[in-house]
């Protein structure tokens, strides 16, 4: 789960780096999309894995999605929808 972590947390900031180097274009996408998944994986794994919490699979699907969807909002609230309101 540690390299899965990583993985997440070099995507997030690779997405970062991918707006804020290339504005005006959807560049990000190319790492945020992944990172979003990488993010439902990871805390799914660790809210279910015995090393985890040991939560039922019932709970930890949903609990995944809805951190993964968190995730991806407080990157576009950072990045994408800041800047609109700086427009």
Aim: aromatic share 14%; no cysteine; glycine share 6%.
């Amino acid at each position: 789960w540690t390299n899965q972590t990583l993985a997440m947390i070099v995507l997030w900031t690779g997405a970062v780096y991918l707006y804020r180097t290339y504005k005006g274009s959807k560049s990000y996408l190319i790492a945020a999309v992944p990172a979003t998944f990488m993010s439902v994986v990871t805390s799914t794994y660790i809210l279910q894995a015995k090393e985890g919490l040991e939560l039922s699979p019932s709970i930890t699907y949903p609990a995944g999605i809805v951190i993964g969807i968190l995730f991806l909002y407080l990157f576009l609230r950072v990045t994408v929808l800041r800047a609109d309101q700086e427009s």
